[in-house]
């Protein structure tokens, strides 16, 4: 059974960090990219940062990008976000995505930026 579970969510002020984990069963991770999604209240999805299946390539979105980092280490079956100098606007629902012919999801996880 296919599965992505994140954790590290939760409530961070703004400015400070989190690091957001993706846990994958059920199939091999190496032969997927993987994504970051998010989506806040009201808001359609958006990309937040990709990763190609062996790391070699990442792209992320023009409001992410030099704050966040996405890594993944394939002998752990963990994708990682690593999200710095938060702002309240990152607040959302991040969700991990894994793609190849399929597209598969994890069922997300909160973060609030907020003083």
């Known amino acids: 059974q296919v599965r992505l579970v994140e954790s590290g969510g939760g409530l961070v002020q703004p400015g400070g960090s989190l690091r957001l984990s993706c846990a994958a069963s059920g199939f091999t991770l190496s032969n997927y990219a993987m994504n970051w999604y998010r989506q806040a209240p009201g808001k359609e999805r958006e990309l937040v940062a990709g990763i190609s299946s062996y790391g070699g390539a990442t792209n992320y979105a023009d409001s992410t990008k030099g704050r966040f980092t996405i890594s993944r280490d394939n002998a752990k079956n963990t994708v990682y976000l690593q999200m710095n100098s938060l702002k309240p606007e990152d607040t959302a629902v991040y969700i991990c995505?894994?793609?190849?012919?399929?597209?598969?999801w994890g069922q997300g996880i909160q973060v609030t930026v907020s003083s």
């Open positions: 995505n894994a793609k190849r012919f399929l597209n598969y």
